[in-house]
């Protein structure tokens, strides 16, 4: 059964940096493009970053592109998000997860599941 355990959140200030984790099970990454979404209060999850399986195409949200890197280590079979210049709004719970289907859209959550319980990433002076 794949099951994701996210990790690395917390409280940070305005323009500081933060990696987040992903830890994979039942699962192996390289298989399936994954991503990471994000949810803030009284909104939907939306996309924040994705990687596919096998060529490493990445993409990203408007809102976080230049600030936010994706990446994976197929070895520990984990992936990762490094934020830098992080603001308010990026406050949220961050979950990763894994297309459902060879069939997928980047950063449209409805194409993705095996959703974690995700990590909180709070932004604020």
């Known amino acids: 059964q794949v099951q994701f355990v996210e990790s690395g959140g917390g409280l940070v200030q305005p323009g500081g940096s933060l990696t987040l984790s992903c830890a994979a099970s039942g699962l192996t990454l390289s298989s399936r493009a994954v991503g990471w979404f994000r949810q803030a209060p009284g909104k939907q999850r939306e996309g924040v970053a994705c990687i596919s399986s096998r060529a490493g195409t990445t993409d990203y949200a408007d809102s976080v592109k230049g600030r936010f890197t994706i990446s994976r280590d197929d070895p520990q079979n984990a992936l990762y998000l490094q934020m830098n210049n992080l603001k308010p709004e990026d406050t949220a719970v961050y979950y990763c997860?894994?297309?459902?289907?060879?069939?997928?859209?980047?950063?449209?959550?409805?194409?993705?599941?095996?959703w974690g319980q995700g990590t909180q990433v709070t932004v604020s002076s």
């Open positions: 997860a894994t297309s459902i289907s060879g069939y997928y859209y980047p950063l449209d959550s409805s194409f993705f599941g095996s």
